[in-house]
């Protein structure tokens, strides 16, 4: 079957999968209007203020740019989200009698299908009209603006189909839970770039990454109707060329794809036909860096959740992200303080709390194991010790570094010392807070972080620890603000020894005030953990 006759098919395909999925329930029914409707008000706020950017001077620099960023969307968005749109994922094709060539052209049509491509489809036509004056501009962008898109859907569908077994795995889905993180940075970046932009004065700071990217395809495509704009035909045709070039080429690499993925073995045939699997040493290189005894395996335990278990490891890159970002864009857009480094220790701090619902229902295997309050208590402490390999050097990089771009080394003690207190007094309303009010995390979805019913004591676990928290800091942050306010600054790195000590002594005492609870509620702790 030629590709003429099955692009009909998979496009009706797309479009009955849609509907039969929207006919599932009314709120996802009504999520999805509304999620239309929203992309198409912007899709046409974007094209009429592309439109009315016709004749300004930055115009070509700022459609450029525009370009190769959605382009650049493009490429990224299968890999975070490989399964939003089921009908394009070429693996659920392999048994089907269908020749790659044919397939490549039916899923190109099936792809042009949906709020994306006209999103797309909105942007570049307002980018052309943006730049093109005359006859001749408006002849090249008949060809340039489908073929922008294209470009844009096919890159999108070659990385799909080059890592299609790789995000359908556990790693893939990983990614896809970090999605959020990743737009949450990406986020922060652009508003650093846009104040920049404002203190340059304007796009023209923009030209010369907009000349580079005038060659790269997409982009180069609505580069060539501003050179035809221009009068630089010589430009635009070499322009164009790159564009078609770079379509041609990524049609290649996704046909390549289909055929691997139709033709060779993946990861667990290969490991089934080639006998039983190595089983992974206990005694391995984090073991041996780590205490004998239950210390030691409560540790590795709870670092292997951090590297292995998807909602731990997005709420930990996420809190070493976010705790990282704030203090570091703040010192490089100018307004910063050394003082906002302690937004590292107070991110990573919130991962002692719920600790027994991180185990979800294997918890009921730790709770055979406590029988008593010492149990309770070398259980909770091994816990707070396997996050302080990770967050007392996390958080002391932040500070140095801050310290660094702001060049207030003086204040570095101090800024460590309060760090280290909050640190400590987090770990304690953890350890409390993971006693009294233990709620279940669900794994049946990656946007759920709590078990229907639980909500209440999700908010009383967190906000009312993280309040206790900063009250706990009280005395450090007093002897600062002491110190300032006596003039005696010479003296502010005695925060650091006293803030290091009194973190320590609070996190010992509120695990030692955590374990009873633990050790006596056993049965109700097992009981909340394995809801949902």
């Not at 299968?78 to 392999?94: H, K, N």
């Not at 979805?445 to 229907?452: F, R, T």
Request: net charge positive; glycine share 10%.
């Amino acid at each position: 079957m030629g590709t003429r006759a099955l692009a009909p098919v998979f496009v009706r395909l797309k479009l009955s999968l849609l509907r039969n999925g929207l006919r599932q329930s009314s709120g996802r029914t009504a999520a999805y209007v509304v999620s239309v409707v929203f992309a198409l008000l912007i899709a046409a706020g974007q094209l009429l203020g592309l439109i009315l950017l016709r004749g300004n001077d930055g115009a070509a620099t700022l459609v450029v740019v525009l370009t190769a960023l959605v382009a650049l969307g493009w490429a990224m968005l299968p890999l975070f989200f490989p399964s939003g749109d089921e009908t394009l994922d070429p693996s659920r094709l392999v048994m089907l009698p269908l020749r790659p060539q044919s397939l490549i052209g039916a899923l190109l049509a099936a792809s042009l299908v949906g709020i994306g491509p006209l999103f797309t489809l909105c942007l570049v036509l307002g980018s052309a009209i943006a730049v093109g004056h005359g006859a001749g501009a408006v002849a090249v962008s008949v060809f340039a603006v489908p073929l922008a898109l294209l470009v844009c859907v096919a890159l999108s569908r070659a990385v799909a189909a080059a890592n299609i077994r790789l995000l359908t795995s556990r790693k893939g889905r990983d990614l896809a839970v970090l999605s959020g993180l990743v737009i949450a940075v990406g986020i922060q970046f652009v508003n650093f770039g846009v104040q920049r932009l404002n203190e340059a004065g304007g796009l023209s700071a923009l030209d010369p990454v907009a000349d580079v990217l005038r060659w790269v395809p997409p982009a180069s495509a609505i580069g060539a109707v501003d050179s035809v704009s221009e009068g630089a035909y010589g430009l635009a045709v070499p322009q164009l060329l790159l564009s078609l070039a770079a379509f041609a080429a990524l049609l290649y690499w996704w046909r390549r794809s289909l055929v691997k993925l139709m033709t060779a073995p993946d990861g667990s045939t290969i490991a089934a036909s080639s006998g039983p699997a190595r089983k992974e040493s206990a005694s391995g290189p984090l073991s041996r860096l780590l205490p004998a005894g239950r210390t030691g395996t409560v540790m590795q335990r709870s670092l292997r959740y951090v590297w292995r278990d998807p909602k731990t490891k997005a709420a930990w890159v996420t809190s070493l992200a976010v705790g990282l970002i704030v203090p570091l864009v703040n010192a490089l857009q100018g307004n910063g303080s050394i003082y906002l480094a302690c937004f590292a220790a107070g991110m990573l701090g919130v991962q002692m709390y719920n600790q027994f619902g991180q185990d979800t229902s294997a918890f009921w295997m730790v709770a055979l194991t406590i029988s008593s309050t010492r149990d309770a208590y070398l259980e909770l402490r091994a816990r707070a010790f396997a996050l302080l390999v990770i967050t007392l050097p996390y958080s002391a990089l932040v500070t140095i570094l801050t310290a660094g771009l702001l060049g207030d080394w003086q204040a570095l003690p101090e800024a460590l010392g309060l760090s280290f207190a909050l640190l400590g007094a987090m770990m304690a309303t953890g350890a409390v807070a993971s006693a009294r009010f233990p709620y279940s995390i669900p794994q049946d979805s990656a946007y759920k972080n709590v078990a229907p019913g639980q909500a209440g004591l999700a908010w009383i676990s967190i906000l009312g620890g993280m309040l206790g928290g900063a009250l706990l800091c009280a005395p450090v942050i007093g002897l600062s603000i002491a110190l300032h306010a006596s003039g005696a600054n010479g003296w502010t790195w005695l925060v650091l020894p006293v803030g290091t000590a009194y973190g320590t002594l609070i996190a010992w005492s509120g695990v030692r005030l955590a374990a009873p609870r633990t050790a006596s509620t056993l049965p109700e702790i097992l009981t909340a953990v394995s809801k949902g």
